[in-house]
């Protein structure tokens, strides 16, 4: 059997509509609560909605005040997580061209981290999506980009954002402890 847990805190969606008829002031948030810090971290997600969008590093104390709040990089639709009792963010950089950038955003040391996803599959999407899943196993980051029509996952460094794949059903049956008849069932 396998068990998750959700230890997401707070998402949702805001944006302000100006007198252009354009999106501003928007934002995103998505946090989380670290083990042993007060109030909650996390990302959001601010701009026009449009390809020129940054992200935010935001604190927030307990009663969900704004404390603090600081522009790290460009991006969309983050998603925070805490790994290694750390958190962080992923997110990508939306752009026209055939290759886009995903990236990992350290938010206590304020870092980006650029991943490189080893033989990135051809795809008649130009992008991976970007509702990805991570999960921890061992102390290792793994990334869930899909799950149908077959399940696909990354391994990721968060040192150096090496990514490499992890889709064969022997190492998902090692790193996810599917017992054999689960996985026979698949």
């Given at each position: 059997?396998?068990?998750?847990?959700?230890n997401?805190?707070?998402?949702?969606?805001?944006?302000?509509?100006?007198?252009?008829?354009?999106?501003?002031?928007?934002?995103?948030?998505?946090?989380?609560?670290?083990?042993?810090?007060?109030?909650?971290?996390?990302?959001?997600?601010?701009?026009?909605?449009?390809?020129?969008?940054?992200?935010?590093?935001i604190?927030?104390?307990?009663?969900?005040?704004?404390?603090?709040?600081k522009?790290?990089?460009?991006?969309?639709?983050?998603?925070?997580?805490?790994?290694?009792?750390?958190?962080?963010?992923?997110?990508w950089?939306?752009?026209?061209?055939e290759?886009?950038?995903?990236?990992?955003?350290?938010?206590?040391?304020?870092?980006?981290?650029?991943?490189?996803?080893?033989?990135?599959?051809?795809?008649?999407?130009?992008?991976?999506?970007?509702?990805?899943?991570?999960?921890?196993?061992?102390?290792?980051?793994?990334?869930?980009?899909?799950?149908?029509?077959?399940?696909?996952?990354?391994?990721?460094?968060?040192?150096?954002?090496?990514?490499?794949?992890?889709?064969?059903?022997?190492?998902?049956?090692?790193?996810?402890?599917?017992?054999?008849?689960?996985?026979?069932?698949?």
């Amino acid at each position: 059997m396998l068990i998750a847990t959700l230890n997401h805190i707070k998402d949702f969606h805001y944006w302000n509509l100006g007198p252009d008829g354009t999106y501003q002031n928007g934002f995103y948030p998505s946090l989380v609560r670290v083990p042993g810090r007060k109030g909650y971290i996390g990302t959001c997600r601010n701009g026009r909605a449009n390809l020129d969008d940054v992200l935010h590093i935001i604190h927030y104390d307990d009663e969900f005040n704004l404390t603090y709040r600081k522009e790290i990089t460009k991006g969309e639709d983050p998603r925070t997580f805490v790994f290694n009792g750390k958190a962080y963010s992923l997110t990508w950089d939306p752009n026209h061209q055939e290759i886009l950038r995903y990236k990992l955003v350290d938010l206590v040391d304020e870092k980006v981290i650029d991943l490189y996803i080893e033989n990135v599959p051809p795809s008649h999407l130009r992008v991976l999506g970007k509702s990805w899943m991570t999960m921890q196993k061992d102390g290792e980051l793994y990334i869930l980009l899909t799950i149908d029509p077959e399940i696909n996952i990354l391994h990721c460094n968060v040192e150096t954002g090496e990514c490499t794949w992890v889709t064969h059903l022997k190492i998902l049956r090692e790193v996810f402890l599917f017992h054999q008849a689960e996985v026979e069932a698949l």
